[in-house]
């Protein structure tokens, strides 16, 4: 089956579809992008992708979004097309080509935006049922890091080191010895007292749209999130650590530089967090995560 992908309004054979070498996403990284998981053939969380895609367009200034309701059939369509029942769709909205390379961004821009969708195994995955190895290194990144923009050179760079010193993902860590989040996800431990922590919203981290979602998965269980910051030697002292983000879900961290992560093994709290998150994306635990039932 050829896989379709949609440039600017038309469906075309994804790898018939064509972007201009001037386009200023290629040239500058003037764009912005989401990645929206699909799990039984829906799109999850759609609705709060495209409010985070609008909400980066407006702070970079774009002046104009790509109508939504197309945003949200062109979704459908793909995942529909491609025979998608779990991957991702992604969507990429750059300011555009005008034939030159110009810094200053024109004032009516006329957005590229593409988009297309993947099969990938989101759920059963060895990652979420065996837990990763994650090393930290300097967060090198800009500091408007809350908006989701293709500048992606500092987490390649990471990610590939943290592969080259046989680790599955990275934290990046603040000039205060603080963790940020992950290469491509938002980072979190379980204290020895059972609390579940995250870093506060800022301009440090992205806010991630699955981190939203424990919000309230955890809430309707009258868990509690505390929201601030820690540092890599309290996480290796916690019970648990784990990463959230749309492709990788909820994955259980069990080793961080090369100290083991509470037992070494995914703890009680992250396979709860685990159950809960698939539930809330309509998964039946049972059989399609039963390494993860209680
Ligand atoms: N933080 C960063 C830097 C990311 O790139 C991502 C996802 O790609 C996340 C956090 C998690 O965000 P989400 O849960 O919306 O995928």
């Given at each position: 089956m050829t896989r379709q992908a949609w440039v600017n309004g038309v469906y075309v054979a994804a790898e018939e579809a064509k972007i201009s070498p001037f386009d200023r996403g290629f040239l500058f990284s003037d764009s912005v992008y989401e990645v929206t998981a699909v799990y039984n053939g829906q799109p999850i969380d759609m609705e709060r992708h495209l409010d985070r895609l609008e909400r980066s367009l407006k702070e970079l200034k774009f002046g104009t979004l790509p109508d939504r309701k197309e945003l949200a059939q062109v979704h459908r369509k793909l995942i529909a097309d491609n025979g998608i029942s779990e991957g991702f769709v992604y969507t990429q909205v750059s300011?555009?080509?005008?034939?030159e390379r110009d810094f200053i961004a024109p004032d009516k821009p006329r957005l590229t935006v593409f988009l297309f969708a993947d099969s990938k195994p989101l759920l059963d995955v060895p990652a979420a049922r065996e837990g990763i190895k994650v090393v930290s290194l300097p967060d090198?990144?800009?500091?408007?890091?809350?908006i989701k923009a293709t500048g992606l050179l500092a987490p390649v760079l990471a990610k590939t080191e943290a592969k080259a010193r046989g680790a599955d993902d990275v934290w990046l860590v603040g000039g205060d010895g603080l963790v940020t989040e992950a290469g491509s996800a938002n980072a979190w431990i379980v204290t020895r007292q059972g609390e579940v922590v995250t870093r506060a919203l800022s301009h440090a981290i992205l806010p991630g749209i699955t981190r939203h979602a424990l919000f309230d998965a955890l809430s309707q269980q009258g868990m509690k999130i505390v929201e601030r910051s820690f540092s890599v030697e309290e996480a290796q002292s916690a019970a648990e650590a784990f990463n959230t983000s749309a492709v990788a879900l909820v994955a259980p961290i069990v080793e961080l530089d090369g100290m083991p992560v509470g037992s070494g093994a995914p703890g009680p709290v992250t396979r709860q967090i685990q159950r809960l998150y698939y539930q809330a994306i309509g998964a039946d635990v049972a059989k399609a995560a039963p390494w993860a039932k209680g």
């Open positions: 300011r555009g080509a005008y034939g090198i990144r800009w500091g408007r890091r809350d």
